[in-house]
């Protein structure tokens, strides 16, 4: 795959807006919906922590489009419980799921739960968060959601050093087979630094929630030989 897929986040999307927002993204070709639950001693933020009813409510209109769920939370327990309970048996493709390695109750035990709920298991990192914390577990995922801003606030610009890291992940595509994904402060210009960088899928919320006909652009940038 020499271009990345975008995954566009419904994260603070106005309600009057839900609707139309599902329709465009699919018509302008994202390849999957991005969404995020978020708690505030997680993020270490002035955040409103996810509502479970409201977040049920909102993914289950997500009807034409594959889940990305990025669990930014402390204790991913409840939230499995929730998706396994209300989501699973309404959804029609294999949704990714991603703890944070810093998350307070982390253990590897969420990587086979988020399996026998036949979902796809991921692993992401807040920007300071070096590869080294997470090498023993790429075995067990299929995405690493590598963060090139810091969690629980949108409009950030991407912290671009954090594409090295990309970089060293896309080098062990032959040894681990996972996706790599990059979430923060994605447009126009700074997709195609990820892309070239090595990732495979670009989380974009602002930028293509104005305007869903830039997912076209942002998935036309190819990856240059690295």
């Given amino acids: 795959m020499d271009r990345a897929y975008i ?23 994202a390849a999957l919906a991005h969404a ?12 409103v922590n996810t ?22 939370v402390d204790d991913p327990g409840p939230w499995l419980d929730l998706i396994d309970d209300q989501i699973m048996s309404q959804v029609k493709a294999q949704p990714f799921i991603s703890l944070h390695r810093e998350a307070r109750c982390f253990k590897t035990a969420w990587f086979h739960k988020i399996k026998e709920i ?3 298991p991921g692993i992401a990192i807040k920007p300071s968060t070096p590869l080294a ?9 299929e995405l690493v959601i590598v963060m090139t801003v810091n969690p629980g606030l949108s409009g ?22 996972f996706l790599i ?37 942002l998935s036309s940038f190819k990856r240059a030989s690295i």
């Fill in 7 to 29: 995954a566009p986040s419904f994260l603070g999307i106005a309600p009057e807006k839900e609707d139309w927002f599902f329709e465009q993204i699919t018509k302008y070709g």
């Fill in 36 to 47: 995020d639950v978020v708690d505030a001693d997680f993020v270490k933020r002035q955040v």
């Fill in 118 to 120: 036949n979902a796809r």
């Fill in 51 to 72: 509502d479970m009813a409201e977040f049920c409510r909102l993914v289950l209109k997500v009807k034409s489009l594959p889940l990305d769920i990025h669990l930014m």
């Fill in 133 to 141: 914390e997470i090498k023993e577990y790429l075995p067990l995922v």
């Fill in 181 to 217: 994904e990059v979430d923060g402060g994605v447009n126009e210009q700074t997709a195609q630094e990820a892309v070239r960088s090595g990732a495979s899928i670009l989380v974009s919320g602002g930028f293509v929630q104005d305007d869903p006909r830039k997912i076209e652009v």
């Fill in 156 to 177: 950030q610009k991407m912290i671009k050093p954090c594409l090295d890291k990309v970089k060293v992940l896309y080098g062990m595509r032959k040894q681990y087979r």
